[in-house]
């Protein structure tokens, strides 16, 4: 390994015809791929090989390496490849993989961009994040270890996502004499589970990623194997580059170009198919049909564009089209639909929340989501289909889940763009779920929207009202159903059509089949959301007293209401203070340990950070926080 046969070379044609060598370079097919396994099979020092082998390292690169691996490389005074990748701090102290990384090098047949995902079974969720974009996985395998659960859970992980090409590289063969007995044992093994979840074809090579046997060259202690090297596979592995052309048209919006009076155009990246300058085109979901006037990119104007291409459309009608919307062929559009059944695999530590309101981001679309408890969980030893009433971190499930309108889809084995999403936290913004839509459920085709004649502005113009949601949240014993009481008593006096919805009060009828779990929390704060609704609908003001302890349900019912007629009301009481008056000993139970998941004890009330209006009831007593409600929603 002399310097001069591993530092990046630089190829002879760029100085002699630097348009030939782009020319030549332009034309290359790429490939993405990921490396992925368990702990330590050895993921980032094969990838270091290969930017070794493959002439990638610049001089200054190499001189590093080298001080780094004698300083913290694993291999004595040999180079430790893995550190070429290894680029975080604790990557480097732990040894370990945490974090994606992302790593480009060519050879003369093809060019690559190839991920390092961890193994440990934490940072799985970041294995996802790399095998979403790739073509091909190779699935790194300890020949000392066998097939492991990581093993098992990042081949399930890589079919799941639809990647059909997979190289099982049973790595360190070194440490086992390059025993050909070890290699066919793994080989079995790995193709019987394999087989089980339904990945029908894979290329077992057994590979040195330290010493690089069957890497770029062929290895002579492992006479008895006649396939490729790795790198002469990744070269001549096919491509699939025409499927996602051959497919129907569509490009979902990313956004609305308007630089001047005199343009408007629509930008996007073409997620499959081709179009053409006169191609009809429907707009989706409002269903508008058009005709592509100019296909318009950076470089000019084309006649034609293909999947993979960024372009903005402009059409020959004015019609609305805006972020999130898809550009389809009108004679093939995609289907739109609000619930689905989705493949499931939880990213976040803390676990899902079943009917709790999370954004849902699929292609440029962003709605509200909530999913129902899992239909069940996929044990990733056995298979099984296992019973669970959540996920947990790294838990792969199936569920059905709704959103607050009808989104653009294609089942995930179609369409990524369209059928692959992800879960975000309303609260934190952190994501916790990757999903894939597997179909729609068939209710949602056959359920429809009644529109009435008699709308909800006729309701309240009949008793000559807005109607509101006065939303009282405080903790129990604050006041709320004190006070909305006599809120109401004002509104009635005043000629207001108004409702009062308590909490103890619709635990006896609509929600008596609900405990006070989180779950069970969040469900009784959608069910009284949906009721509130419906009573504005019929014109009505209604007063709900609830103490809604989670902000993330009092936000989903707020985007249930049309702006401004959701009023937040915080019936603010320090704990203590409503401890001592304690009306009906409740906190004396949860104190006891009797009553559990009491709010304030051993659940969270979470307070909100900027409601319409504040009541200090340590201040206020409850006629005049009642007049000052009143006063301030009605101005009078």
Known sequence: MAGGDTVYQTDALIGQDIDAYLEQHQHKTMLRFITCGSVDDGKSTLIGRLLYDSKMIFEDQLASLKADSRKM???????????????????????????????????????????????????????????????????????????????????????????????????????????????????????AFATKIGIEDFTPIPISGLAGDNIASKSTATGWYDGATLIEHLETVEVATNAAVDRPFRMPVQWVNRPNLDFRGFSGLISSGKICTGDAVRIVPSGRNTTIKEIVTQDGALSEAVAGQSVTLTFDDEIDCSRGDVIALADNPPAIADRFEATLVWMSEDALIPRRAYWLKIGTQTVSASVQPPKYQIGIITLEHLAAKTLDLNAIGVCTFSTDKPIVFEPYGDSKTLG?????????????????????????????????????????????????????????????????????????????????????????????????????????????????????????????????PFRSERQMVREMMPDGEFIEIYIETPLDVAEARDVKGLYKKARAGTLKNFTGIDSPYEAPEAPEIRIDTTTQPADEAADKIVSTIFEV
Do not use: C
């Open 420 to 548: 692959g999403f992800v879960l975000i936290d309303k609260m934190s913004n952190n994501t916790v779920a990757a999903g894939m839509i597997n179909f729609s459920l068939r209710r949602a085709h056959n359920i429809h929207w009644q529109a009435a004649d008699v709308d909800r502005d006729a309701h309240a113009a009949l008793k000559n009202q807005t109607p509101k949601v006065l939303w009282f949240t405080g903790l129990s014993g604050s006041g709320k159903s004190t006070i909305a009481n006599e809120v109401e008593k004002r509104l009635h006096a005043m000629g207001k059509h108004s409702f009062l919805l308590d909490g103890d009060n619709v635990r006896h009828g609509l929600n008596k089949d609900l405990g006070f779990t989180d779950t069970d929390r969040i469900e009784n704060i959608r069910r009284i959301g949906e009721v509130a609704k419906l009573m504005t609908d019929a014109g009505l003001i209604v007063l709900t007293a609830f103490i809604s």
């Open 73 to 191: 490389g694993t291999q004595g005074e040999n180079i430790d490849f893995a550190l070429l990748v290894d680029g975080l701090a604790a990557e480097r102290e732990q040894g370990i993989t945490i974090d994606v990384a992302y790593r480009f090098f060519a050879t003369e047949k093809r060019k690559f961009i190839v991920a390092d995902t961890p193994g440990h079974e934490q940072y799985t969720r970041n294995m996802v994040t790399g095998a979403s974009t790739a073509d091909l996985a190779v699935i790194l395998v300890d020949a000392r270890q066998g097939v492991l659960t990581q093993t098992r859970r990042h081949s399930y992980l890589v079919h799941l996502l639809g990647i059909k090409r997979i190289v099982l590289a049973v790595n360190k063969m070194d440490l086992v004499n390059y025993d050909q007995a070890v290699f066919d044992q793994i080989v079995a093994d790995y193709e």
